[in-house]
């Protein structure tokens, strides 16, 4: 398994403005996904993180509105960009170490007032 | 994005009863996953699946893949309260990492 950590765990913004999360595992890992999910639903894929490259964005996710960085193989960022309140939700990193299964990290709780 | 369908969306149980739910996809997947969600946190792996057919227990959970590899069900025998959560099925097909959720279902334990 994956230690996984986010930061921060949760907050409170107002529209227009930008919030970045951050995503740390304890070890290296080639894939890093990071998804949304909305209040009462299930999760979304937003992209996958590439180390070295541009990520991969899913249908309906753009790099504009959800940049994504990931600057080495236990690092990651998603900024979720001029927000409104349909954005809020919870943001979740989550990894593939080296057995087949995905574990996520504790999620970022956020509230767009 | 595609979802699995997943049932019961909620169930509300009491102690010491057994647990059955279940997802279905119209795509076939080569993994399948369990997941449970406890408010707060971020999903907790519970059992993962990889053969059709295949039957996997963790201590009181038992999941099964589905011998057509289109669904798969998930067990939960003699519940506790701190059965308490959300669960949800993820799928992965063949040549990609992805994962595909489940709509989850919400299990309430009474005493």
């Known amino acids: 398994s994956a230690v996984i950590s986010q930061k921060p765990s949760r907050d409170i913004c107002q529209r227009g403005t930008s919030l970045t999360i951050q995503c740390q595992v304890d070890?290296?890992?080639?894939?890093m996904f990071w998804y949304r999910q909305q209040p009462g639903q299930s999760l979304t894929l937003i992209a996958t993180a590439n180390q070295g490259s541009e990520a991969t964005y899913e249908s309906g996710f753009v790099i504009d509105k959800f940049p994504i960085s990931r600057p080495n193989l236990t690092f990651s960022t998603l900024t979720v960009s001029n927000m409104s309140p349909e954005d809020s939700s919870i943001y979740l990193c989550?990894?593939?170490?080296?057995?087949?299964?995905?574990?996520f990290g504790p999620g970022t709780r956020l509230t767009v007032l | 994005g595609q979802q699995l369908n997943q049932s019961p969306q909620s169930m509300f149980i009491q102690e010491g009863e057994d647990v059955s739910m279940n997802c279905t996809s119209s795509s076939i997947f080569n993994t399948w996953l369990w997941y449970k969600q406890d408010p707060g946190e971020g999903p907790v792996l519970l059992i993962a699946l990889y053969k059709a057919g295949e039957l996997t227990s963790n201590g009181r959970l038992t999941a099964q893949f589905g011998i057509t590899r289109k669904d798969s069900f998930l067990n939960i025998s003699a519940s506790i309260p701190s059965d308490v959560g959300i669960y949800f099925c993820?799928?992965?097909?063949?040549?990609?990492?992805?994962?595909?959720f489940g709509t989850g279902t919400r299990l309430q334990v009474f005493p």
């Open positions: 989550s990894v593939y170490p080296a057995s087949r299964e995905q574990f």
């Open positions: 070890s290296q890992v080639t894939m």
């Open positions: 993820a799928g992965q097909s063949y040549n990609t990492d992805k994962l595909i």
